[in-house]
């Protein structure tokens, strides 16, 4: 069912040690182990070509001698082929972006997918996570040469011979079939160890501007996801009734989708639009929207001011009457029950402050997935985990720095012992500090990476320049203090969870 190749430089004991590793670990019947000794006369290319042709089987395995595969390997590569008949090349480690450059590490933490561990030496094994561990195949443009499997059937190319050399060899073959329609993946379902650094050398980069003269002209290209994953299972089904906030002004049809996604997949809430100024027509609209529905509140306000306005709701509508509160955009639309979901956290784990859940822009690609704190020349910087990236780093619960409130849930008492949104933000970092305060509080925050929603957050931006300086504004009056005032407590709690409180 499978064959396998490999090139070593090694001796005929190793072969047969290595034939021995990888016959065993497949655990499939009707394996075919082809192992070539090469001290250099051939490029990885030509091996790879010669073993397809003596190839018995339909499946293939290139793989590097120096790699080490979980018991049943085998059995779940087949099990990937016959669930996904689409795809033809299947990698441990992939890239989504091939850039114009052809060096793939330059967005490593945004293109890249897979895991892969290493181990150096008599290192311990150090995991390399490009994304999370997931049930399906992660679609990519290339894959790494550590492992490649393919059905030999269904790809358009083989390898390209006239890369001399043991790089770039993986990714002519795949962008020669990607660009003909071939699916490209990446496998979660087992473990790969790899015994290498694999460090860039001299002949990388000359093989490397070999390889650009053949496809500078076609790079760069990617592949976005064509949907997100998600899963509808939870395992409770919120009992006490959850306060929704979604402030808005105009944007009805976002508005409306919002809700609409909020009564398709969520129960037992109640939700207070927070009107900040829209249309006579748009608030007749609105009315008509929520009429007959007892579960949806319209109030109205003549200004806006998220910490102002969501503090006022809180207060005069949730706060003693609802156990937890969902603060929520209103360009959010969820995909499945993130209130269960978001209660399910809170009650696993103790003295909590925020649950945040895994954001997606319109493109499918990663907005939030928790917030993450560094420091650039002395300054103190906070951004999302996996802004930008293709596939989520993460699908389960995890702690994390804080998380936005473009969908967000706390406690009430929670969030009223905190003192609620610091109301002297006027255009951003109110929920920012709220996160922080909680770790100066001794709350920890999570992000349940299962809690799945679309975040058009770019399509209810300001066109106004002024923003940016109202941003800056925000940020060195007001969040600037309350950070150095407990840099300290902060500072501790980021190096114990081994968040990004790094140098440049």
Not at 310 to 317: A, I, L, P, R, S
Not at 364 to 374: L, P, V
Request: hydrophobic share 35%.
């Amino acid at each position: 069912m499978i064959t396998i190749i490999y090139s070593t430089k090694q001796n005929e004991d190793f072969i047969l040690k290595k034939n021995e590793e990888f016959y065993k670990s497949c655990k499939v019947a009707n394996v075919q182990i082809l192992g070539y000794t090469n001290k250099g006369e051939y490029s990885l290319s030509e091996i790879y070509n010669k073993g397809i042709e003596s190839a018995i089987n339909d499946i293939i395995v290139c793989a590097h001698d120096d790699v080490a595969l979980e018991d049943s390997w085998g059995e779940k590569l087949i099990e990937d082929f016959n669930k996904n008949k689409d795809f033809a090349i299947i990698g441990k480690a992939g890239f989504c972006n091939f850039p114009k450059s052809a060096i793939c590490w330059e967005n490593l933490q945004i293109s890249m997918v897979g895991e892969v561990f290493h181990r150096y030496d008599d290192s311990s094994e150090k995991p390399s996570i490009y994304s999370a561990n997931m049930p399906i195949l992660q679609r990519c443009v290339s894959v790494d040469g550590c492992f490649i499997a393919f059905d030999k059937t269904k790809i358009k190319h083989k390898f390209d011979t006239s890369l001399k050399g043991f790089h770039f060899y993986d990714h002519a073959f795949c962008l020669s079939n990607f660009v003909e329609g071939v699916k490209i993946g990446v496998t979660s379902s087992f473990k790969l160890l790899h015994f290498s650094r694999g460090n860039p050398n001299e002949e990388f980069y000359r093989i490397k501007d070999d390889f650009l003269k053949k496809w500078s002209s076609v790079l760069p290209l990617e592949i976005k996801p064509n949907e997100i994953y998600f899963s509808n299972e939870t395992s409770i089904k919120n009992k006490e009734k959850v306060a929704i906030i979604v402030p808005t002004k105009d944007k009805i049809d976002l508005l409306f989708g919002c809700i609409n996604s909020f009564l398709s997949k969520c129960s037992n809430f109640d939700l207070y639009i927070a009107d900040t100024g829209s249309s006579e027509e748009n608030i007749e609209k609105i009315n008509k929207f929520i009429c007959g529905r007892d579960n949806i509140k319209l109030i109205q306000y003549d200004y806006y001011n998220f910490a102002k306005i969501n503090n006022d709701v809180f207060e005069k509508y949730v706060f003693g009457k609802y156990e937890y509160v969902l603060f929520s955009n209103n360009d959010i639309f969820v995909m499945n029950d993130v209130i269960s979901l978001m209660v399910e956290t809170h009650n696993k784990f103790e003295n909590v402050g925020t649950v945040g859940a895994r954001l997606h822009f319109k493109d499918n690609t990663i907005q939030h997935e928790g917030m993450y704190a560094f420091r650039v020349d002395n300054y103190f910087r906070i951004s999302h985990i996996g802004l930008y990236s293709y596939y989520p780093k993460n699908i389960e619960e995890k702690g994390v720095l804080g998380n936005t409130a473009a969908l967000m849930m706390m406690k009430s008492n929670t969030f009223k012992e905190l003192g609620m949104f610091n109301e002297e933000y006027n255009n951003c970092f109110e929920d920012v500090e709220l996160n922080l305060n909680c770790i100066v509080n001794k709350k920890s925050n999570y992000i349940n990476g299962m809690a799945t929603a679309y975040h058009y957050e770019s399509q209810t931006r300001k066109d106004n320049p002024k923003d940016i300086e109202k941003l800056m504004e925000d940020y060195v009056n007001t969040l600037v203090p309350f950070v150095n005032k407990n840099i300290n407590k902060l500072k501790q709690f980021i190096l114990n969870h081994n968040f990004a409180f790094s140098k440049n």
